[in-house]
């Protein structure tokens, strides 16, 4: 989810607003960076280096390759920028960061050290599901699926393939009744295969349904 910032106009002293719900920390300060980058002349080399420095190891803690000394690293180079650097993109660029960092520093622990997401955001930390409650089996998200990874039938509860599965996306907006999801590491109980639509509670009743973790 995006929330646009004009920085060619944004005085460096400008707070920034708290973030919305559904808005990863993050994921935000990754766009506030990638922006700047955008507009940026180049020809000064803390914005320049500094700004591709922040951007990957932020890219690092939002697809799972975060270390334990990112934090603190990425709290020293955009702390050098927001002192030392000398275009408006830049400065405001790292002022957001800190922002983030400082506001959201749960969430940024969460990301680097644990590998998760709490908006289900980044595309590392979160899993795509189908509800089976939900389901009624009209095989519109099969179509969908770019990459084959729900299996399925006309009344059968649809089941994603989380290895095969890309978190593109778009099965999310075209199921009718709302089935398809995003998840956190902790899954609600699924069927391994499809099943026959209105089967699912005695299903679970004999256990022949169990609750996943997402593989990490
Ligand atoms: S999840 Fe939705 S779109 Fe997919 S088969 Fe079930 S009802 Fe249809
Ligand atoms: S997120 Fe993309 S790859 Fe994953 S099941 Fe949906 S359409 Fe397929």
Redo the contacts with the bound molecule.
């Keep these: 989810m995006s929330t646009k910032i004009d920085l060619q106009n944004l005085p460096v002293t400008e707070e920034f607003a708290p973030l919305a719900e559904g808005v990863c920390p993050v994921e935000w300060a990754l766009e506030r960076v990638a922006e700047a980058r955008l507009i940026s002349c180049g020809r000064s080399v803390t914005c320049r280096d500094g700004l591709t420095q922040v951007q990957a190891i932020i890219t690092d803690i939002t697809t799972g390759a975060g270390q334990p000394g990112d934090l603190a690293m990425l709290r020293d180079v955009v702390g050098y920028i927001a002192a030392m650097g000398d275009c408006q993109a830049s400065l405001t660029a790292a002022r957001g960061v800190l922002f983030s960092l400082d506001r959201y520093a749960a969430e940024w622990d969460a990301h680097c050290n644990r590998k998760r997401c709490a908006a289900l955001v980044c595309k590392a930390y979160i899993s ?1 599901i189908c509800l089976p409650e939900r389901c009624q089996g009209d095989t519109a ?1 099969l179509k ?7 299996s399925g039938g006309p009344g059968l509860i649809a089941v ?2 989380e290895a ?9 907006t075209v199921c009718p009744h709302g089935a ?1 999801a995003r998840s956190g590491p902790m899954k609600p109980k699924l069927p391994d295969a499809p099943i026959p639509v209105g089967s699912f509670a005695t299903a679970a009743a004999a256990g022949v349904v169990r609750r996943r973790r997402r593989a990490e």
């Excluded at 969908?144 to 729900?150: N, R």
């Excluded at 095969?164 to 999310?172: E, M, N, P, V, Y």
């Design positions: 795509v998200c969908a699926c770019p990459a084959g990874a729900i994603v393939d095969r599965c890309t978190r593109c996306g778009d099965c999310l398809i």
